[in-house]
């Protein structure tokens, strides 16, 4: 299928350059063949940036001749261990997820998040779009790692999708809104994201955070790890909607230190 070309007034380099600070990160990938084909989903819409967490096998023969042509996105791909490795750098991650979770973010629409995103690039964020297992999905716990969730608006009856489709989906989308107009607003005009006043802070920066106040709820009998009520999912969620910034981060951390002293978390 090709393409629908983009509109004549935009430089295509710039738009290039944005979508190349955009990276796909997949998680637990059990068929290397998927791999393969979402490089060539996103190599199609000129994305780069592949990230592997544990996939299953990789590298692998099936994976090359299902990229057809996209042979350099996987000679480029990072494999890490850890999702937290995976997202360590960015400063704003969406979760492609098809269920509905109790406890994670609420989520946006395919088209919404990839504005979302190509928004926060241009403002020199750095960003990720995590995909999950081709047969579970992704965890409650790898959803909840990240700041934002999207979902694909397919038949409710059968929205199950190659995870290869599934990236195509977000790439082209990621790939329009590149070329289109520099804000995401609403209906009002109104950008939908936040101007922060400092930095964004890092997936590892708010990890730190969270480890550290689950450190002083434990140590002040707050939290009780063997009745944990979902305490903690939720106060991410809570953060995640305010959009910690870096000194934000450090501010609460700060206070953690005064409220218990010598329990952070590095």
Do not use: W
């Amino acid at each position: 299928m090709n393409t629908p070309p983009m509109p004549a007034h935009s430089d295509a380099s710039s738009q290039t350059d944005l979508l190349s600070r955009v990276t796909i990160v997949l998680s637990r990938t059990s068929h290397p063949g998927n791999i393969g084909s979402a490089a060539r989903a996103m190599k199609t819409m000129g994305l780069t940036r592949l990230t592997l967490v544990t996939p299953k096998i990789f590298p692998s023969p099936e994976a090359v001749a299902l990229a057809s042509g996209a042979g350099d996105v996987l000679d480029n791909a990072r494999v890490v261990a850890t999702l937290d490795e995976a997202l360590a750098d960015a400063t704003y991650s969406l979760a492609v997820s098809a269920r509905a979770r109790d406890l994670g973010p609420t989520p946006r629409l395919a088209r919404t998040g990839a504005l979302e995103l190509i928004t926060r690039v241009r403002r020199g964020e750095r960003v990720a779009l995590l995909f999950g297992n081709e047969t579970s999905g992704l965890s409650n716990e790898e959803l909840q790692r990240c700041q934002g969730a999207v979902t694909i608006a397919a038949n409710p009856d059968y929205s199950s999708l190659n995870l290869a489709a599934a990236v195509q989906v977000l790439a082209y989308e990621l790939r329009v809104a590149a070329f289109s107009a520099p804000e995401m607003a609403d209906a009002a005009g109104k950008s939908v994201v936040t101007p922060f006043s400092s930095p964004p802070a890092s997936h590892a920066e708010q990890e730190g955070f969270y480890q550290h106040l689950e450190q002083v709820m434990l140590a002040s009998g707050f939290l009780d790890p063997a009745r944990p009520r979902r305490l903690m999912p939720k106060l991410r969620r809570l953060f995640a909607r305010a959009g910690l910034e870096k000194d934000e981060v450090n501010i609460l951390r700060g206070i953690l230190a005064a409220v218990a002293p010598g329990r952070e978390d590095r």
